[in-house]
Structure formats: structure tokens, C-alpha cells
């Protein structure tokens, strides 16, 4: 559904740097992901996760640096940059006093998507997630979880080519958790590109194909996960992010 | 790749309606206000019939006034809460849909308040206020106000403070467009000379435009990080 400009990687940021005031929060990072790849951007607070994902979504502007989503570059092509990225967030960005579908609806529209592919996209969504029958129901109705899944629904409306995650197990139960790892697993294997921020490591070392680690503002840590179980990226994640804190 | 400008602005009118169609949050509060403020009111001001003609039109405004900043509020806090604007802003459509489509609904909840008061203060004050060209001064009023207001709003629903914020940094804006409108329906209610009441409305007219053209450019940057 969403095309690009080139045939480079599908993200490329280089030597990006995010202040805030005379704070630094993101300091000459360079990353680049290419497409399939789902990457689980790990970090203690602060280290910048949260920073870059509104980066990518283009809701923040670089201090200094590129950002280049499928060939657009941020913030100057941001609006073709925008048709290519979904966001989840902690938060669910839904309307709570319209429905699921009045939902789908509405943010359809938005992404400028025909009435009749859209009716269906939506069908076809709220089943994958899990909710057709809850379509016509309030969102104020719905659990977290249930929430959720329809903000990844949201996500996917418009086939962006990279999905991010700003914590989406946030305030999740075992049961809510265990739904939201299949559908990020379908989601994957339907080739999708997925950057996803967690503080959960179980969750990156079990669904994630490459793990970042940020720690204050620069990457200490970039590899694929190849078998890596929980605990070994635990002890990764605790070297990486105290050696960071030793040099400071 | 964006999504057309109308196209957009319409859906956002149309999702406001239809949310608060279902929650009625905002006519309802903004409405009781209202209806409390003339009731007052008109319990307060003992008057005769010339000081009346007088004083109702500065009663019309302050209700609007103060109803719409309960209305301005809620309407933007809705969209911060919940993190939808930042749903909006992640999608191809011009920033500036975002306040088109938020300044209509937020001037058709407005003016749906200020429509229900005229008949009502016109019983309690007994001056007519339904008139044609009351009408249009309270339009053109009642406009310009959510304009400045969709705006400022936008700024302060990101403050912690955001319902005492509002109305200190909007008054001092919207002071020449208020005393436009106080001054255009005085002079219609109290049947003055043509010219007396034709000034005022061309300059709450003037006013009008200025403030569109102005939150047009800067929404943008209100918006931004």
C-alpha cells in the first residue's frame, strides 16, 4: 500500500542528535534497519528510546542529524514519511465514545484511504485482532488489552511499511501480553517492519530479530538476537547499560 | 500523498460531532453554565426597560465568553488525553486541518449555546434578542472567539494549569473583538443610528479575519514540539 522513494534501507538515521534545551537526550546515533527486520529497542529510562520513536513518527524535530524513512527524508518529506509509519503507543490513541469501527473510520479517512478497500481493510483487520464482533461496541467498553489490539488495527490501517512501539505492554495483563506477542508474531511473519521500545527483555529476546540497547543517547549494543534467550540478554542489558554509566 | 485539505477538516467536524452526539459532554456543561449565568443574572439586574436595552448585550457575552472556555477546554483535552492528537498529527494531512476541523466544531458547539440563549434571555429580559442582524453579530462574535480560542487553547491543554491558563492568556487577545461584539449588539438592541452599529461590525469583521489569518500561520508552530 505504501511506496518509496528508493532502494535504500528502509530506515537510515545518521549521526542524529535530539537536545532538549541545552540537554542531550540522543547523541550521534546511526542505525540503519532494513525491511522484515523487527527490533527490539531496549534502554533505561532516559536513554532516549521514547525520544526516537516520536522522532521516527515525526511528531519531534532532530536537533541535528538525517532521518530517512523509505527514502523520505524527516522533517522536510515528513508528510510522505507519515503515510509509511504506524505508531502504538502506551497510550491508545482511540476516541472512547465512538466505536471500533467509527474508529477505523474516522483515522481511515485521515489516511486518505477509498471507502470500499477501507470497509474492507477494516473487516479484515478487526478480525485479525480479534475484535469483529466488539466492531459496533464503544472503545470506553473495552479492557486495556482490548484497546490495545485495536490501536495496532489502527496501525495497520493504511499497510504502513514500519510499525513502531512506544511500550505497548504497558498496564497489559498475562493473558492481554500473551494475545499482543501473536499478533506482533503474525504481524512479522507477514513481513512487516517493526521497531518496538520495551523495558520487557523476555518479550525482545522471544519475538524481536535484532536488539538495540540505548544508553544515555548512543547505541551500546546492536546485534541480531539468533537464539538469544531472556537471560542472556539480561546480563547483555545490565553490562551494556552500567558500562555506560561507568565512562559518564 | 496528503490527504486532501476538506476532506480531512470534514472528518475531524464530523468525528467531533458524533463524539459528543454520544457523551454530550460539552453542550450539556457549557449549556447549563449558560442557563445558570442568565438566571442570575436576570434575578440581579432590576432594571428598566432602557437599561436593560443596555445591559443584556454585555450579559450575552460574558455567558458565551465564559460557557465557551468550559467548551474550548474540554474539546482540546480530549484530544491530548487520550494521545489522539498525536494520532492525527502522525497522519499525511496538513497540520492545519487539525485546527480547521477542531475550530468548526468548536464554533458550532459554541453558537448552538449562544443560539439556545437568545430566546431564553428575550423571555428574562424582555428585550428581543432574535433579530437578523443580532444574529449575524453574534455569528461573526462567537466565530472569531472559538478562532482565537482553538488556538490558545491548543498551547495550554499541554499545561498542567490548562483550565485557570486559558482564559488569563485569551482575554487580553480576544479584548478587541469582545468589545466589537458588546459594542455592535448594544447599538443594534438600543436602535441607534445605522453608522453606530455598521462601524463596530466591520471592524468585529476586521477582527475576524486578522485572528483567522494569524492562527492560521502560527498553529503550526503551536502544534510542533
Redesign the interface.
Same mark, same amino acid.
Given at each position: 500500500m505504501t511506496e518509496t522513494s528508493t532502494t535504500r534501507a528502509l530506515v537510515e538515521i545518521r549521526s542524529l542528535v535530539k537536545a532538549f534545551g541545552v540537554l542531550p537526550v540522543l547523541r550521534q546515533l546511526d542505525l540503519t534497519i532494513e525491511k522484515g527486520e523487527f527490533v527490539a529497542l531496549l534502554g533505561p529510562n532516559g536513554s532516549g528510546k521514547s525520544t526516537l520513536i516520536?522522532l521516527l513518527?515525526?511528531?519531534?524535530?532532530p536537533t541535528a542529524g538525517t532521518i530517512h524513512i523509505g527514502g523520505w527524508e524527516l522533517p522536510q518529506e515528513a508528510?510522505?514519511v507519515?503515510?509509511q509509519?504506524g $505508531?502504538v503507543?502506551h497510550?491508545?490513541?482511540? &476516541?472512547?465514545? $465512538?466505536s471500533a469501527r467509527?474508529n477505523l473510520i474516522?483515522?481511515s479517512?485521515? &489516511?486518505?484511504l477509498p471507502r470500499d478497500a477501507a470497509n474492507t481493510r477494516i473487516d479484515d483487520l478487526l478480525e485479525r485482532v480479534g475484535l469483529g464482533r466488539r466492531a459496533g461496541d464503544?472503545v470506553r467498553t473495552f479492557s486495556r488489552g482490548m484497546q490495545q489490539r485495536l490501536s495496532i488495527a489502527?496501525a495497520l490501517l493504511h499497510g504502513p511499511a514500519v510499525l513502531l512501539f512506544d511500550e505497548p505492554y504497558t498496564g497489559l495483563d498475562q493473558d492481554a501480553a500473551a494475545i499482543l506477542d501473536d499478533l506482533l508474531t503474525d504481524t512479522h511473519a507477514a513481513g512487516q517492519t517493526i521497531i518496538m521500545v520495551t523495558h520487557q527483555l523476555n518479550q525482545a529476546a522471544k519475538l524481536a530479530s535484532r536488539v538495540v540497547i540505548l544508553s544515555r543517547g548512543k547505541i551500546g549494543y546492536d546485534a541480531p538476537t539468533n537464539g538469544l534467550d531472556a537471560l542472556e540478554l539480561a546480563s547483555i542489558y545490565t553490562q551494556t547499560t552500567s558500562m555506560a554509566s561507568a565512562k559518564q | /500523498?496528503?490527504? !486532501?485539505f476538506f476532506?480531512?477538516v470534514l472528518?475531524i467536524v464530523?468525528?467531533d460531532l458524533?463524539?459528543e452526539l454520544?457523551?454530550r459532554e460539552l453542550i450539556s456543561s457549557m449549556g447549563l453554565f449558560a442557563l445558570l449565568s442568565i438566571l442570575v443574572f436576570s434575578f440581579a439586574l432590576e432594571l428598566d426597560r432602557i437599561a436593560r436595552q443596555e445591559a443584556i448585550s454585555g450579559v450575552l457575552w460574558v455567558t458565551v465568553v465564559f460557557a465557551s472556555f468550559l467548551g474550548l477546554n474540554r474539546s482540546l483535552a /480530549?484530544e491530548r488525553d487520550?494521545?489522539?492528537l498525536? *494520532? /492525527?498529527?502522525?497522519? !499525511?494531512? *496538513?497540520r492545519t486541518t487539525i485546527f480547521f476541523g477542531k475550530l468548526v466544531g468548536n464554533f458550532l458547539f459554541t453558537i448552538t449555546v449562544g443560539l439556545l440563549l437568545l430566546p431564553i434571555m428575550t423571555v428574562l429580559f424582555n428585550v428581543s434578542l432574535v433579530q437578523p442582524l443580532v444574529l449575524a453579530v453574534l455569528f461573526m462574535g462567537t466565530f472569531g472567539f472559538t478562532t482565537v480560542g482553538t488556538l490558545l487553547a491548543t498551547m495550554t491543554v499541554q499545561t498542567r494549569a490548562r483550565e485557570n491558563l486559558l482564559p488569563i492568556v485569551m482575554m487580553p487577545l480576544a479584548l478587541p473583538l469582545l468589545l466589537a461584539a458588546v459594542k455592535a449588539s448594544t447599538n443594534l438592541l438600543t436602535d441607534s443610528a445605522t453608522e453606530d452599529w455598521v462601524a463596530w461590525v466591520q471592524i468585529l469583521a476586521m477582527v475576524d479575519v486578522v485572528y483567522l489569518v494569524m492562527c492560521y500561520l502560527l498553529f503550526e508552530y503551536v502544534i #510542533? #514540539?
Open positions: 516520536r513518527s515525526g511528531l519531534s524535530k508528510a510522505a507519515r503515510a509509519i $505508531l503507543s497510550r491508545p490513541l482511540l &476516541y472512547e465514545n $465512538l467509527e474516522f483515522f479517512r485521515l &489516511y486518505n464503544m489502527r | /500523498m496528503k490527504t !486532501p476532506k480531512a472528518s464530523r468525528k458524533r463524539t454520544r457523551s /480530549m487520550q494521545g489522539n498525536d *494520532a /492525527m498529527l502522525i497522519a !499525511p494531512i *496538513a #510542533e #514540539e
